[in-house]
Every structure is written in C-alpha cells, then in structure tokens.
Nanobody
Framework: QVQVVESGGGLVQAGGSLRLSCATSGSNFRFNAMGWYRQAPGKQRVLVARITSGGTTTYPDSVKGRFTISRDNANNTVYLQMSSLKPEDTAVYYC?????????WGQGTQVTVSS
C-alpha cells in the first residue's frame, strides 16, 4: 500500500523560508508526477507546484519565483523550498503523487506565516 508522508511545516514570519519534504513508500514504480497543493480555511485545495519524472515544473503565478519544487526519482521523494513567505501562504500543504491515472495524497502539514 502506497503511503505519502509530508514533513517540514511550521510557523514562520513573513519573509522567511521553509522546506517541505514528502516521502513515499510502498510503491515499486516511479510516480509520473509529484506535487504540492495547499488548502486554506474555507477555500478549495489548489496546486502550488508540480514536477514530472522528467523534471518539468509547473507553478501558479502566486508562488512563481518564490517556491521551488524538486524531486529525487530514485527515492520517489519530493521537496518544496518556500522563500519570501507571505501571510497568504498560510495553509495546510498536501503532497500528491500520480501514477497510472491514480493520485495518492498525504495527510498534510500546516504552514503558518505570521505578519
């Protein structure tokens, strides 16, 4: 059974940085794509960053230039380096891993940015 576990969230002041990690286990295949989503209270879950096994990345304008996603294909692990954090980045961040039209999700990690 595939498991996805996020870590690295926490409380940071505006302008600060955090690095999120996502480890997976239980798979004998390489995920086609891995990514990060976030969900703020009362809002929908939205894409923050995505990276394919070939290294192609996608970011929404809201985080472009501030967030960087990277992955370790050998270990099916993905990271999210977040810089210049803003209070509006406050949310629960979820890791997502895609394979064969199926998505695997972690439980999420809270990121809180204080002003």
């Amino acid at each position: 059974q595939v498991q996805v576990v996020e870590s690295g969230g926490g409380l940071v002041q505006a302008g600060g940085s955090l690095r999120l990690s996502c480890a997976t286990s239980g798979s004998n295949f390489r995920f086609n794509a891995m990514g990060w989503y976030r969900q703020a209270p009362g809002k929908q879950r939205v894409l923050v960053a995505r990276i394919t096994s070939g290294g192609t990345t996608t970011y929404p304008d809201s985080v472009k230039g501030r967030f960087t996603i990277s992955r370790d294909n050998a270990n099916n692990t993905v990271y999210l380096q977040m810089s210049s954090l803003k209070p509006e980045d406050t949310a629960v961040y979820y890791c997502n891993a895609e394979f064969s039209q199926r998505a695997y999700w972690g439980q999420g990690t809270q990121v809180t940015v204080s002003s």
